[in-house]
């Protein structure tokens, strides 16, 4: 039995308002029109992986897939490279244009128009996500319906009396995540409530729209970039953050701009929904969703039960947890974010607790660049001051001096030998910062690639600003007292950012329509645009700098994947 | 310069795997710990046992001149020569 498929299903449901967009309405007829279309056509039994812009149309697909007896894989990014990745585990593809097509061709004759047998059993309909595991590799883990309607069965008693009739569903993050797909796919139809068509991942897109008493789906990285003056916006009813911990001043300046506290909500893609808090103070704990039962293990990490986390098993996690009377926790950090070092036990959090309070350090992460590293390494953003003091001193030394810093509050085995200084620090869709995107920061030992302090992507092309510095390698005697960038760099850049961008092939083989209009010198802010023509397979790119000045232009013909594959091994 | 001064600075650079520095980067005469180069105690503890190991010299923490020794790379490189030449 699935709530989700018999709402959808069920006759006096027809009418009812499920999506918004802009001034448009669409109705639970429209979409379970779509979604028979869309089943007759799939294979069952098949792995179909599902990538949309469009909530509504990863619903149609979603709900599709299952019902045709298919299973559903959920890729986080539709980036070519990560597609290559997990390629293996499907065999299909559905995108926005994909779904649409089909749908358009799809024979209304064929269709059975009795759909009431058509429910499909919820254990049996398996949405697999992908998680960044250790390595950075994406490992798969895969939820069923059931396991989603527990939870949200769970959750309903909580939010569900704040929501008022006419209250809609605005959510700033993805449906490919497993919190997105809860709070604004199937909790819409199982509680009969209306969502946004689409992500609206902008503030100001979200505030223009906005009604009191609607509910807010967003995350820690996107409550930090709400504007805190924001006067006589409306006023939601529930803001529910998930992703990750919300500092107490993001909570705070989001109850005084929106009028109500976050509901954060604490989980994982493994285990859902495990208990939420309205963050008032610094020590206000966690209060498990109703029906979790909490213990610690013997090394006092958390361990949950519930129906929709393991059905009567316990659920380990890696959090460290102190547990009150009245079963609310507080949470003391991640059990890996001790690291053993010359056999002593290293806290991460803490070291990093430390850099920020110097006045030249914004934010930092420490972490080991390589599995069985003895020394830590740090990613820093730097202050103001801090990147006056970076300018004047080169990387190393700057490192040296962040180190004596800390060397007044920290064992010799926790002091940093390796640093790198950046805009930001890297994070993925989810405001998360996963290990493998820290750890690439470490990956080339010599100083010869430039920092990308900004980078936008559009469809195949991006556009990326990066940042050079004297001290690096490619300006080494080319030429003594006069650094100019060697153009074969340009060419090894274009490719090598080409290839991170589109997954494209590293490997040139043809170069043309080359101009070398002005040269490149370390003190230049230089903006690298690529184009991405996967059907050739070309790369187009242009060096310019700021007053759009033109440094460099060309084209460059690259081996098809496979043959390129051949080579590396 | 001496060859030997390079060298030491290579071998600081190899030892200690100090990114973003380049034997040109290192002043012969320049202090190697806190105000110039920025080494700490930590890299001293390596840089000890490796030159024991590379120059078979004998280095006694207890000893005074110690500091002096390893104060620049032009000080190493006397230290150095001085032991392999007694």
């Known amino acids: ?569 | 310069m001496t060859s030997l001064e390079t060298e030491l600075k290579a071998f600081i650079i190899e030892t200690l795997n100090l990114e973003d520095v380049q034997v040109e980067d290192i002043d012969s005469a320049e202090a190697l710990f806190v105000d110039g180069l920025g080494l700490d105690s930590i890299d001293a503890l390596e840089l000890g046992v490796a030159l024991q190991k590379k120059y078979d010299v004998r280095i006694d923490a207890k000893d005074e001149n110690v500091k002096t020794h390893f104060a620049s790379v032009q000080n190493l490189a006397k230290f150095i020569q001085a032991e392999k030449g007694s």
């Open chain 1, 1 to 569: 039995m699935s709530v989700f498929f018999s709402n959808l299903n069920a006759p006096t449901n027809q009418e009812t308002p499920l999506f918004f967009e802009n001034e448009k309405v669409i109705d639970v007829a429209r979409v379970q029109t779509d979604i028979g279309k869309l089943s007759s056509m799939l294979d069952a039994g098949s792995r179909i992986s599902i990538y949309c812009q469009s909530t509504r149309l990863f619903m149609i697909a979603l709900a599709a897939v299952w019902r045709s007896g298919s299973s559903a894989i959920l890729p986080a990014t539709d980036r070519a490279g990560y597609l290559d990745e997990i390629g293996q585990q499907f065999d299909c593809h559905l995108d926005d244009a994909r779904i649409i097509e089909l749908l358009g061709n799809a024979d209304e004759n064929a269709l059975n128009h009795d759909q009431s047998d058509q429910i499909p059993d919820a254990a049996s309909c398996a949405a697999i996500f992908f998680t960044s595991g250790s390595s950075g590799a994406p490992k798969p883990i895969t939820k069923t319906l059931a396991q989603i309607e527990d939870e949200i069965a769970t959750q309903s008693p909580l939010w569900g009396p704040l929501l008022k009739e006419g209250a809609r569903i605005i959510g700033l993050v993805s449906h490919q995540h497993i919190y997105g797909l809860i709070f604004r796919v199937i909790w819409p139809v199982m509680n009969r409530q209306i969502t946004r068509a689409e992500p609206a991942p902008f503030w100001d897109m979200v505030l223009s729209e906005l009604r009191d008493g609607d509910m807010l789906v967003t995350s820690p990285a996107q409550l930090k970039n709400l504007h805190p003056d924001l006067i006589h916006a409306p006023r939601p009813a529930i803001i529910l953050s998930s992703g990750g911990p919300l500092d107490l001043p993001t909570a705070k300046t989001v109850t005084k701009a929106l009028g109500v506290c976050p509901t954060e909500i604490y989980g994982s893609t493994e285990t859902g929904g495990i208990a939420w808090r309205q963050q008032h103070d610094e020590n206000t704990p966690w209060k498990p969703l109703p029906g979790l039962e909490a213990g610690l293990n013997e090394d006092g990490c958390l361990r949950v039960r519930a129906r929709h986390v393991a059905g009567d098993d316990w659920y380990q996690t890696q959090d460290r947890a102190i547990i009150h009377t009245d079963d609310s926790f507080v949470l003391k950090g991640r059990a890996d974010r001790v690291v053993k070092i010359e056999g002593k036990r290293v806290s991460l959090v803490a070291v990093e607790e430390h850099l920020r309070q110097s006045e030249l350090i914004e934010d930092a992460v420490a972490l080991l660049a390589q599995d069985n590293d003895q020394r830590l390494a740090v990613v820093a953003v730097l202050t103001l001051k801090g990147q006056a003091e970076l300018d004047k001193r080169g990387r190393f030394r700057m490192g040296r001096l962040l180190r004596r810093d800390l060397a007044r509050f920290e064992d010799d085995a926790a002091l940093p030998q390796r640093w790198r200084f950046v805009e930001a620090l890297p994070t993925d869709s989810q405001g998360k910062k996963p290990l493998h995107l820290l750890r690439a920061l470490f990956a080339d030992t010599g100083n010869e690639l430039p920092t990308v302090s900004a980078q936008t992507r559009d469809g195949n092309s991006v556009s990326m600003t990066l940042k050079l510095n004297a001290d690096m390698t490619c300006f080494k005697g080319h030429f003594p007292g006069q650094p100019i960038l060697p153009g074969v760099i340009q060419l090894h850049w274009a490719a090598l950012f080409g290839a991170s961008a589109f997954g494209s092939s590293r490997k040139v083989c043809e170069v043309s329509q080359l101009k070398f209009r002005k040269p490149i010198t370390p003190a230049d802010i230089i903006t690298l645009e690529i184009e991405y023509d996967p059907s050739v397979p070309r790369l187009k790119f242009r060096y310019q700098s700021d007053g759009a000045d033109l440094h460099s232009s060309g084209t460059l013909k690259l081996q098809p994947q496979d043959i390129a594959q051949d080579d590396v091994a």
